[in-house]
């Protein structure tokens, strides 16, 4: 009875022990498999030793081995890495200290054709080296921070910021001394003077650029900085508005001489035309006048008739005036005009007084000889 009991459980048992030997199988059989992508490198080692190393075109697709843990396979990234530390404060040669950001491109190396040994294979220097790419990135840091601060020791602030003209973009001209800092510090990187190998034969890293992206100056003093710089502006705008001022008195000047001038012969002329006008205007007169002197004299009494006499005008004249004997005998061969119109201020015999708006009755008094 009790070995009927257990019957079904052996069974199930077994199945188990079936499916997890299966399982083992599948495992160890997947083990044995490796697939090499085109976007890594892969290293295969058996028992601590470096058996295969798939770092080349050709090496793209599957591959076998022993199952694990006899052989492990360890894989790396073939791509273009970048590393973008946060800045560091340098000093430039004249002591002064900035905060310069650079970033940095960087990869594995590709392996080269003629390279057939394992350990001289690009991938497996930087695996024996560093291992990982935040201790590569690591040892960038700080290789690329003691190269930058001795490349900007050498230079003077002023020269850093140094700009011909910020009107004009970028154009096909020399480069710049931050391009050429960024040249310089991108070759010494790849090997120093001192060195014998280059980072990629020591440590299989190829250096593709390093760049700088970004100048500051440190927190603690950028309110002083700017204050400085403010004040240089404003030294460099009062001079050009001096320059303006000068300029534009001279202009004025000449302005002011030329209207002078231009005035001076405008009076000038306007002058001479009066003068010939007046001239002109008394030739005609003594020609009209000797053409018809009594007709002249007549008109003229009129006119001054026009403008002494209106209808508030009350004239007292003497018996022998001439005004009173045009208006009393008419025009005559004997009678005496005179040849001036008579105006506001005097006659031949007598005063006169202009006439007035506001007086009600204006009086010409006249006296006898």
Known sequence: MNNNENSPLQTAMKRLGLFAGFAVLVAVV???????????????????KISAVYDREEDRGIHFKLPWPVEVVRRFDRRTQLFDPYGREVFTKDKKNITVDTFVCWKIAESKAETNKLSDRPVVRFFRSLGSVDLAESRLDSRVRSILST????????????????????QNREAGLLQKLSTSVRDLVVQRPSESESIQER????????????????SGNQQAVFERMKSERQKIAERYRSAGSAESQVIRSNAERQYNEILARAKADAERIRGEADAESIAILN????????????????????KIINERTTLV????????????DGLGENISIPLSPIDDRSTDTG????????????TVEESGP
Request: proline letters at 4%; glycine letters at 4%; a negative charge.
């Open 30 to 48: 997947a083990s044995c498999i490796v697939f090499v992508d085109e976007t890594e490198f892969v290293i295969s080692e058996r028992l601590g």
């Open 151 to 170: 490349q900007i020791g050498q230079v003077e602030l002023d020269k850093l910021f140094q700009i011909q003209d910020s009107e004009i973009g970028p």
């Open 203 to 218: 440590l299989g890293i190829e250096i593709v650029d390093v760049r700088i992206k970004r100048l500051n100056f440190p």
């Open 287 to 306: 020609a009209a006048h000797s053409q018809d002197r009594q007709l002249y004299q007549t008109l003229r009494t009129l006119d001054s008739y026009e």
């Open 317 to 328: 004249l003497s018996a022998n005036s001439n005004l009173l004997k045009l208006l009393t």
């Open 351 to 362: 005063t006169t007084r202009p006439p007035s708006d506001s007086d009600k009755t204006s």
